[in-house]
């Protein structure tokens, strides 16, 4: 796992950007499953891949690091996934399959609000206005069949979260 970071001025915060090679699943999982010991609960995610790029693996890990013993599967048909972890949840959405968000922009804006719940959105586009400013985004990019680039940008409210 290689780990690169750099710092730049946003909107008012300071965000940290960091890049991390994954060599295969097991190694993105555990990325995931590292990020998620870190979060307290109200944090906002924004997955961005191709298909197939690994943000359900990414997932897997990340509910599993928050405590959560659920069975972690892709959204995409379903558009949204939950699992517990105590008191609290991961509120997994997928948007791939939307051209708009209708109703589940309401149930976004509820989870998005509450600070039980780590909020994960992939293909987030037709929520926009729904997301806050203040997220983690990481994009995810296949660089070989098993290989992943990962580029997290964490908002210095998140700075308690650390990789590599």
């Keep these: 796992m290689l780990v690169a970071l ?7 915060s300071t965000s940290k950007t960091c890049t991390i090679s994954s060599a295969s699943s097991e ?3 555990q990325i995931g499953e590292q990020i998620g010991r870190q979060l307290k609960g109200g ?20 509910a599993k690091g928050f405590g959560s013993t659920d069975t972690v599967a892709s959204p995409t048909f379903t558009v949204s996934k939950e699992y517990t972890a ?12 939307l051209h708009d968000a209708g109703l589940l922009q309401f149930e ?5 609000h509450d600070p039980d719940t780590v909020v994960v959105v992939e293909w987030g586009d037709i929520v926009r206005n729904v997301l806050p400013a203040t997220r983690m985004t990481i994009h995810i990019t296949a660089t070989e069949s098993e290989s992943r680039s990962l580029k997290l940008t964490i908002p ?3 700075s308690y979260v650390h990789v590599g």
């Design 6 to 12: 750099r710092y730049y001025m946003g909107h008012m």
């Design 27 to 29: 190694e993105t999982e």
């Design 43 to 62: 944090e906002i995610i924004e997955l961005v891949s191709d298909l197939g790029g690994g943000k359900t693996t990414f997932v897997r890990g990340l």
């Design 86 to 97: 105590g008191n609290k949840r991961v509120a997994h959405y997928d948007f791939y399959r």
């Design 108 to 112: 976004l804006a509820e989870s998005v």
């Design 156 to 158: 210095s409210e998140y």
